[in-house]
């Protein structure tokens, strides 16, 4: 069973930032007839229904319906928002399919948000609200803006969780440890940012691992199934899951092709050649998937 499965509901956002590009594709919101088609073959396949790759989530039309939707099915819903959008939607966010909300603080830093009182202090009252009313919901505050070099950034927002939650971090190494619990089952997340990939990018290498098809698989908001969450633009076409299931999808010679060559360290897909996010996999780690395939004669040195 895949632990995730990415299923992008919309590819519009309600903010521009200079870390997500805008995706290509056409503007697209999911409709409920496919959104219920996904949802019922990702049963028995998927662990957890991650509501987002590009977009945001809340702005669709129909989220709430999704989520009863979910409700009813048993779905286990985890939400990736700005959290600009969160009025008239705070029912269907505290609904018990909902096991996850993040909230991407760092998109308010890229909008010059981060010292805007009003928006900032709606995402933290509802987180709180949240933590009340839902226990074991966990919220995740997202900072994914680190800069190696030049340490922990001390926005307005960050001084206003350290106020409400009662700490201070001096120092974040996100190699050692990235997740901080505030209070509960709510946590500060610290990371570096990422690069999408894309085919426009150099070729970093023809060798690596990733948990594409693994652990994962993402839909696209037009249907397009590829085996990652960062593959924004459906380079990796393995299907659509709109006229297709999502098992035929799976068992197709392309899907089956990629999972054997990431066995074997091996990157046989353009856009995963041109992907940075690999390099973030550890060398204990390629090492212990190696030994669970038992079919990658050498790992490198550094």
Not at 177 to 203: C, I, N
Not at 212 to 240: F, H, R, W
Request: hydrophobic share 40%; net charge positive.
């Amino acid at each position: 069973m895949l632990k995730k499965l990415f299923f992008e509901i919309t590819n519009v956002c309600n903010l521009s930032c200079a870390f997500c590009p805008s995706t290509q594709r056409k503007p697209c919101f999911v409709e409920m007839r496919d959104f219920e088609k996904v949802l019922r073959e990702a049963r028995g396949l998927a662990e957890r229904i991650l509501l987002h790759v590009k977009g945001e989530p809340l702005l669709h039309p129909l989220f709430a319906e999704f989520i009863r939707l979910g409700e009813a099915m048993a779905a286990r819903f985890e939400i990736t928002s700005n959290g600009l959008l969160l009025e008239g939607r705070e029912e269907a966010l505290l609904s018990p399919c909902v096991a996850q909300i993040n909230f991407s603080l760092h998109a308010l830093l890229a909008n010059g948000m981060e010292n805007d009182s009003d928006k900032r202090d709606a995402i933290l009252a509802f987180a709180q609200k949240a933590a009340m009313k839902r226990p074991d919901l966990y919220i995740n505050f997202r900072l994914w803006d680190l800069d190696p070099n030049m340490g922990i950034p001390h926005e307005g927002i960050l001084a206003e969780l350290e106020s409400r939650y009662g700490f201070q971090i001096r120092k974040v190494d996100v190699k050692q440890k990235k997740s901080f619990r505030l209070a509960g089952r709510t946590y500060l997340h610290f990371d570096t940012e990422f690069r999408w990939p894309s085919m426009q990018d150099p070729v970093i290498g023809l060798e690596g691992f990733c948990y594409g098809l693994k652990n994962q698989i993402a839909v696209l908001s037009n249907g397009v199934v590829t085996p990652c969450c960062l593959d924004a633009e459906g380079e990796m076409n393995l299907g659509s899951a709109f006229t297709e299931t999502l098992s035929e999808i799976l068992r197709s010679k392309r899907a089956l092709e990629i999972q054997k060559n990431f066995a074997n360290y091996r990157l046989s897909e353009e856009l995963c050649r041109r992907c940075s996010y690999i390099r973030r996999f550890s060398l204990k780690t390629l090492k212990a998937q190696a030994k669970k395939s038992a079919c990658i004669p050498s790992l490198p040195r550094n």
